[in-house]
C-alpha cells in the first residue's frame, strides 16, 4: 500500500490510466495519506464497524439551493400572474399572456418534483464498513449492496456539481470491483464527495487503516452529529467561511477580525442560510436507518480508555461571544433583505403604473 507523508508533493491521481465505470470515467488514486481529516464523515464507529456518510455539509446546502430555485420560480409566476391580469385589464395580449399563462401551469410540476426530491430522495447513503468480516455495504436508494473490501480498488471521479457557479468541479472517491487484468470494473460505491486531497486521499487513507491496520494507526477525526441545532448548522454551511464556523464553535481563537467576518457573510449569506435549514428540518433521515441506527450506539458502547475516544472530535456548542454575534447579524440581515425586496416591488410596480 502507497503512503506519503504529509509535507511530500505528489501526483495523487493517476490520469493516465482511465477506467469506464457505471456512472462515466474514473481515475485510479495512487497515494493516500494516513492523518487528520477535518470533514464531516464518520457516522459512528466502533471495535467492528465504521459507518461514514459520502457527504453531509455539502449535501445539506444543495438541498437549501434547491429551495432557493423553487422560491425563485414562484416569485417569476408571481410577476408574470400579475403582468397578465394587469394586460387583460387594459388591452389583452393573447399570445404574451398564455406563454405566461402556460409557464406558471408548467413551473407547478416541477416546483413539486424538486421539493420531493428534497424531502425524498437526495438522502444521505451510509457507508458500512465491518472489520471483522472484510464486507463493505453500500445503503442506496433500492437496495443494499454488499462487497469485499479485499476487491476494491480506489479511483477518482471528476464530476460538475450542479448549481453552481460555473459548474465547479467535486471529485468522488469511489471504491471499485477492479480486474487489472481485462481492466474490467464491476460494482462501485461513493464514500466520499468533495475536493481530492480531503474527500479522496485523507478520507481512503482513514478507511484504508481502519480496514487493514491496527486502531493505533487511524489518525483523528471528527465525529459528525446527524442532529445539529441551527446554530450549529449555519456554523458548518457550506455557504460559511470554514474559519468563522470553527471560531463559532471554539476550535479556533476568537478575534475582532471574526466578529467583522460573520456580519458580513450572515447577512449576505442569510437566504441560502435560511434555506439550508429549512431543507434539514424536511428531509428525511439517512437511507438504512433502521438497520444501522440509533447513531452513535458503536460509539457510546465503548469502553472508556479506548482508543477510538480519544481520536474522536466533537461538534462543540455555540462559543457565547459568537451566539450574540450570529443574532445581532440575522437581525441586519434580514433588515437588509426585506429593504431589497421591498425596493424591487416598488421599482417593478412604479414602472408599470
Known amino acids: 500500500m502507497k503512503e506519503i507523508v504529509a509535507n511530500e508533493s505528489v501526483e495523487l491521481i493517476d490520469f493516465s490510466s482511465p477506467v469506464r465505470g457505471r456512472e462515466g470515467v474514473m481515475y485510479p488514486l495512487t497515494i493516500w495519506r494516513t492523518e487528520e481529516v477535518d470533514l464531516d464523515f464518520v457516522m459512528d464507529v466502533g471495535d467492528r464497524e465504521l459507518v461514514v456518510a459520502p457527504d453531509l455539509t ?33 388591452q389583452p395580449d393573447y399570445v404574451m399572456d398564455g406563454i405566461a399563462l402556460g ?63 460555473g459548474g465547479a468541479q467535486v471529485q468522488l472517491l469511489i471504491l471499485a470491483e477492479f480486474d487489472s487484468t481485462s481492466r474490467r470494473v464491476g460494482r462501485e460505491v461513493v464514500v466520499g464527495r468533495g475536493d481530492v486531497v480531503s474527500a479522496g486521499s485523507l478520507r481512503y487513507g482513514f478507511l484504508e487503516a481502519y480496514m487493514g491496520k491496527t486502531l493505533e494507526a487511524l489518525p483523528a477525526f471528527r465525529l459528525a452529529s446527524l442532529h445539529m441545532s441551527w446554530m450549529q448548522r449555519i456554523a458548518s ?31 449576505i449569506a442569510l437566504p441560502l442560510l435560511a434555506a439550508e435549514i429549512a431543507a434539514g428540518k424536511i428531509s428525511l433521515g439517512p437511507r438504512g436507518e433502521a438497520a444501522l441506527g440509533p447513531w452513535k450506539k458503536r460509539f457510546a458502547a465503548l469502553p472508556e480508555d479506548s482508543k477510538l475516544r480519544t481520536l474522536a472530535r466533537h461538534r462543540g456548542g455555540m462559543f457565547a461571544p459568537a451566539r450574540r454575534w450570529l443574532f445581532a447579524s440575522i437581525a441586519i440581515g434580514c433588515v437588509f433583505w426585506l429593504a431589497v425586496g421591498a425596493f424591487w416591488v416598488m421599482l417593478i410596480t412604479s414602472k408599470t403604473a
Open 237 to 267: 454551511s457550506i455557504w460559511m467561511v470554514p474559519a468563522l464556523g470553527a471560531s463559532w464553535l471554539g476550535e479556533r481563537p476568537w478575534s475582532g477580525w471574526i466578529a467583522l467576518g460573520t456580519i458580513i457573510n450572515t447577512v
Open 58 to 90: 455539502m449535501l445539506s446546502g444543495a438541498k437549501g439551493g434547491a429551495l432557493w430555485v423553487i422560491g425563485i420560480t414562484i416569485l417569476v409566476d408571481a410577476v408574470f400572474l400579475y403582468f397578465t391580469l394587469k394586460s387583460m385589464d387594459m
Open 103 to 165: 409557464f406558471i401551469l408548467i413551473s407547478i410540476p416541477f416546483c413539486v418534483w424538486i421539493l420531493r426530491s428534497v424531502i425524498c430522495k437526495s438522502r444521505i447513503e451510509p457507508v458500512l464498513f465491518n472489520r471483522e468480516d472484510g464486507t463493505v455495504k453500500h445503503y442506496g436508494a433500492d437496495r443494499v449492496t454488499t462487497l469485499d473490501w479485499v476487491n476494491l480498488k480506489p479511483f477518482i471521479r471528476i464530476v460538475r456539481a450542479v448549481g453552481t457557479a
